[in-house]
């Protein structure tokens, strides 16, 4: 079975410009999270989607972020315009719905230059 | 406001040590505790899950304990190898899922 997939894995942009990251969850998992590390800091919360719900979105930054789940299969994760503070690994992971644990995609590095 | 703090930050030991690492958080009120590893560049890996109900779980060389009503989570390694040195987060599952992470111990297990 396939994993937790998040693409691109490394993105390098120039402040002002567009970045969409991409989540592909484990098949069946409703829940799907989205998580950030900017340097030196923890891991934090994003949001979360149930389905294509958007269930908790009290970890964005700022309406500068937009993360859709169509149909509620895979995830997107807008950027617009990037500034430089947004640099930092994001990753995505997916819970099914009995399950309680937790899978983890591989991050996208993004870094804004 | 629920905060995860791990002790300590680095760690760096010769191969054979047993080692203990620490994960401390402020709000009892979780739904589980789950330790992750990370190696550089890559994603996070789950090593251990604790319900909030249980005391402790192992797997292998590992054993995770829980005491929610002292908000407290150690991670024990047993004969330690070069290649169990990675970055070793904590996290804390609130109701709805949401996870907070402590910042993780950096180890490093000398050959």
């Known amino acids: 079975e396939a994993g937790v997939t998040q693409f691109p894995s490394h993105s390098v942009i120039e402040k002002g410009q567009t970045v969409t990251l991409r989540c592909d969850p484990i098949?069946?998992?409703?829940?799907l999270y989205w998580y950030r590390r900017v340097m030196g800091k923890e891991i934090k919360f994003l949001l979360h989607f149930v389905k294509e719900s958007k269930q908790d979105e009290s970890g964005m930054p700022n309406n500068r972020f937009l993360a859709e789940r169509t149909g509620g299969t895979y995830s997107t994760l807008k950027v617009q315009p990037a500034e430089l503070e947004d640099s930092g690994v994001y990753f995505c992971?997916?819970?099914?719905?009995?399950?309680?644990?937790?899978?983890f995609g591989q991050g996208t590095r993004l870094t804004v230059v | 406001k629920q905060e995860v703090t791990q002790i300590p930050a680095a760690l760096s030991v010769p191969e054979g040590e047993n080692l203990v690492l620490n994960c401390s958080f402020t709000?009892?009120?979780?739904?589980?505790l789950q330790w992750f590893r990370q190696d550089p560049g890559k994603g996070l890996t789950s090593l251990l899950l604790?319900?909030?109900?249980?005391r402790e779980q192992t797997s292998g060389r590992l054993n995770a304990s829980l005491d929610k009503s002292s908000g407290r989570s150690t991670l024990y390694i047993a004969a330690s190898q070069p290649g169990d040195s990675a970055t070793y987060l904590c996290a804390v599952r609130l109701q709805g899922g949401k996870l907070i992470f402590g910042q993780g111990t950096e180890l490093s297990v000398k050959p």
């Open positions: 992971a997916t819970r099914g719905q009995m399950n309680t644990e937790a899978f």
């Open positions: 604790i319900q909030s109900s249980q």
């Open positions: 709000d009892s009120a979780i739904y589980n």
């Open positions: 098949s069946g998992h409703d829940n």
